[in-house]
């Protein structure tokens, strides 16, 4: 320890002491600025899409959704191929139908084996498997779902608008699942504690603690898969196909807004393919609108 | 008489004991939520079956040569679909590069302190914005608006790159570019979200150290937070590959159904799913048996990623888990 230099010796041979400052030209804050500026670049560069889609679904869907004939345009039979004017109505009803069917049958079974999975004790091996199922099929392709439905109901009862509703129950349940045990997590354990403590079963935990203090979080996860369900198509050209008009029972072929839209995108006609984006606007409309409920409902956290 | 603990009638206290029906009730419950659980590892495995049994025939008919062959003649009734494996890989492998550097940059964006607090609440509501687009709207929209964009910028790199077999062909219309492109928007909401949970499981410590180092802001990103979230990173670009590989409408409106293996960008080809979309409506009895084939091989690269990923991101939380 000798050779160790105290600082009064230092400062003797001419030492200035060690510089903390960040230098504003050294290399390594101009890298630090450039890479901000990167940053910067890129992550505006995400946002144009966005900005872009929404622009040009105002300017070519909007003309004819902000005019005197919106309500014909809401509500007409879709054009053959040389007619003019026409509307998305069947598309429209069919969408809601469906989604409905869906949401039907995909919530309450969704919330009620999420509550499932809580039951068991989480380190088990079954709780463990169902939730990571759950997961998997979160990422399961949409198409996939349309071609099962197919395989189970089509084929022997034809397209229908309760298989397109089959189909989009296929791909909500997993995201109401996943969302409902997210939302049940995050019940404060000291909730659930009490009422352990007061002598409840776990039944009841479950039914009068736990599922009520969660529901505006399983509300927010369940809007969103109903937003999502709208908004698939894949899986309804296997399963409802398309129809012109009207549906007049449930076991008929259906019109859906996204099919109209994949339908008359490919069209060589000026009038189909403005109305494609007519039926595009009424979607993405159709689809903010049960974001925003989704994120009203959800603001409430603990 | 004298009172003993016990001693109260069942229904009348503030707090008793569960009455015997309360735990019959618990039980049948606890037995349903067993029958629940098992109820979605027998979805999974009756969706494999279905789709498998409707395969079958021709599977029998094609064996593995449906999987290497490179023609789908609905004349001959001879199919095979190696391009569309390509085209499905090749299309999700560029989304992934141009989705994955976009996603993650947006994930840094949103989590270092770039901008705040409230600025990236705001931005963070525009990604997810862009993951509530439906996948039809990315497709009229890649239609009407990218591809007339895009082609000019193909034809300048076509004419003074075609030697790089990625530029190699002209932009006709729709191609692997536009198809790429569309899905790289569309998988960055996902890509961005998962990368957001693995940099905020970051243990704050962590941070605090790199900073109180002295280093810039890049160097702690660069040689500490990168790295830590790693594994983290890696499960968002797996699970981001998985979506891009099942994406159907918009690739099926945008990559022009091209029976082709090209390495071209510029070029059309065409994907399982989009070949799906695009044949299942009007296909015949053998057709549709070969499209469910198709569907299989589909459902198994899907799977594989995706259990891949998750099984990588589950270890990730294990980990951090221990840190923390």
């Known amino acids: ?302 | 008489m004298k009172k003993t603990l016990f001693d109260h009638k069942i229904g009348k206290g503030i707090t008793r004991p569960p009455a015997n029906l309360e735990l019959y009730g618990d039980a049948g419950f606890r037995a349903f939520s067993i029958v629940c659980a098992w109820s979605i590892i027998f979805l999974i495995l009756f969706i494999l079956w279905m789709i498998g049994e409707q395969a079958l025939p021709a599977m029998e008919r094609y064996g593995l040569h449906f999987l290497t062959g490179t023609t789908w003649d609905v004349n001959k009734e001879n199919f095979s679909v190696l391009p569309e494996i390509w085209g499905t890989i090749y299309s999700s492998m560029l989304a992934l590069l141009g989705g994955g550097v976009l996603g993650i940059t947006v994930a840094i964006f949103l989590t270092e302190n770039f901008i705040h607090d409230r600025l990236a609440y705001l931005f963070r509501l525009m990604i997810e914005l862009l993951a509530a687009i439906p996948s039809v709207v990315y497709g009229l929209w890649g239609i009407y608006v990218l591809i007339p964009l895009l082609r000019p910028v193909a034809h300048t790199l076509h004419e003074y790159f075609s030697w790089i077999p990625f530029f190699e062909t002209e932009l006709s219309g729709p191609g692997m570019a536009p198809a790429a492109l569309v899905l790289a928007i569309m998988i960055l909401p996902t890509v961005a979200a998962i990368s957001v949970d693995a940099f905020r499981q970051i243990p704050a410590k962590v941070k605090e150290a790199t900073y109180g180092m002295g280093t810039t802001r890049a160097e702690a990103i660069f040689k500490v937070l990168i790295p830590t979230a790693s594994s983290g990173l890696l499960a968002a670009l797996v699970l981001g590959f998985g979506r891009a590989l099942g994406e159907t409408m918009a690739l099926a409106m945008l990559i022009g159904n091209s029976n082709q293996i090209s390495l071209s960008w510029f070029s059309p080809a065409n994907t399982l799913a989009s070949l799906m979309a695009s044949s299942f409506p009007e296909a015949g009895k053998v057709e549709a048996q070969a499209l469910m084939y198709a569907a299989l091989v589909l459902l198994l690269i899907t799977f594989l990623v995706n259990l891949g990923g998750l099984f990588i991101q589950q270890a990730t939380m294990r980990k951090f888990e221990g840190i923390k």
């Open chain 1, 1 to 302: 320890m000798k050779d160790l230099k105290t600082p009064k010796q230092l400062k003797k041979e001419g030492w200035k002491g060690l510089n903390l400052q960040k230098e504003p030209f050294e290399t390594r804050s101009l890298t630090n600025s450039a890479f901000t500026a990167c940053a910067w670049a890129l992550a505006l560069l995400a946002a144009i899409p966005l900005f872009s889609i929404v622009a040009m679904l105002l300017k070519n869907g909007g003309s004819r959704l902000i005019s005197a004939e919106f309500l014909s345009v809401l509500s007409d039979l879709p054009p053959a191929g040389f007619e003019a004017g026409g509307g998305i109505g069947p598309a429209i009803v069919g969408t809601l139908v469906m989604v409905g069917i869906a949401s039907a049958i995909a919530i309450p079974l969704g919330i009620l084996t999420a509550v499932s999975i809580k039951m068991l004790d989480s380190g088990s091996i079954l709780a463990r498997a169902a939730h990571f199922i759950a997961k998997v099929l979160t990422g399961f392709p949409s198409i996939l779902a349309g071609v099962f439905v197919y395989a189970i109901l089509v084929v022997h009862f034809g397209y229908s608008a309760v298989a397109g509703g089959v189909g989009l129950a296929v791909l909500m349940l997993p995201t109401v699942i996943i969302a409902t045990e997210e939302a049940l997590g995050q019940v404060p354990k000291r909730m659930t504690d009490a009422a352990f403590g007061m002598g409840c079963t776990r039944t009841q935990v479950m039914w009068k603690i736990t599922l009520p203090t969660a529901l505006p979080s399983i509300m927010t996860g369940v809007m969103l898969a109903v937003a999502g369900a709208a908004g698939e198509s894949a899986p309804l050209l296997f399963t409802a196909l398309f129809s012109n008009y009207y549906l007049s029972s449930l076991s008929e072929p259906t019109a859906s807004l996204s099919v109209l839209i994949f339908n008359f995108s490919g069209m060589p006609f000026e009038n189909q393919i403005e109305l494609a984006w007519t039926a595009s606007l009424v979607l993405v409309i159709i689809v903010l609108i049960l974001n925003i409920i989704a994120r009203a409902i959800g603001r409430k956290k603990f």
